[in-house]
């Protein structure tokens, strides 16, 4: 796949990274307040703690640990990187919740997901932090016209959230995962 079929998104992602344009911040119905962190503004240990736990690194294609030279690598190339990462972050603790990303793949502009602190896991941050996400992309990157999102077949939870989120089941990918496009 080449990036003229799927556009360019290196400008605009620089434009809404110095304007510090962000998906919008919500509050759930028990009352917490959530906010968005570009991630290079993000801090890369308590990234990583997150990232690299077990129940996130089991439902990745990479299943290993990512070390903290390899993020502050891939950080100096962020730029050049056709990929938007958010962090959530809940505000009155200031823990780290999850990460939302969009990235251009081999299958086009790819969606992924978790909540990596355990202590945020069953508190239906999922479907509010994901739908945020994606508004934020419809709205701000029209370069990306289409997303899908590449889900192993055994991740039940994610496959249902993406249902929720209007994604259908186009094929069987990678031979353990579903590909997915937002209708």
């Known amino acids: ?25 919500f509050i759930t119905d028990s009352g917490d307040s959530y906010k968005w962190l570009w991630l290079p503004s993000s801090n890369a240990k308590h990234l990583l703690k997150m990232r690299n736990s077990v129940h996130v690194l089991s439902n990745m294609r990479n299943t290993q640990p990512i070390t903290e030279e390899a993020h502050m690598e891939f ?34 502009f790819e969606i992924g997901k978790y909540i990596g602190n355990k202590n945020f896991l069953g508190k239906g941050l999922a ?7 994606i508004d934020f992309i419809r709205n701000n990157v029209k370069e990306i016209e289409k997303i899908v ?35």
């Open 149 to 183: 999102a590449v889900t192993k077949i055994s991740n039940f939870k994610n496959i249902n959230l993406n249902f929720k989120l209007g994604f259908k089941i186009i094929k069987s990918v990678e031979e353990d995962s579903w590909l997915m496009e937002l209708q």
């Open 1 to 25: 796949m080449t990036i003229d079929k799927h556009g360019d998104i290196r400008k605009i992602k620089s434009r809404l990274i110095i304007d510090n344009k962000i998906a919008d911040n």
């Open 75 to 108: 950080l100096k190339k962020y730029d050049l990187l056709q990929r938007i990462d958010f962090i959530l972050q809940h505000q009155d603790s200031g823990e780290y919740v999850g990460a939302m990303y969009i990235s251009l793949t081999n299958h086009g």
């Open 127 to 133: 479907f509010p932090m994901s739908n945020l996400f």
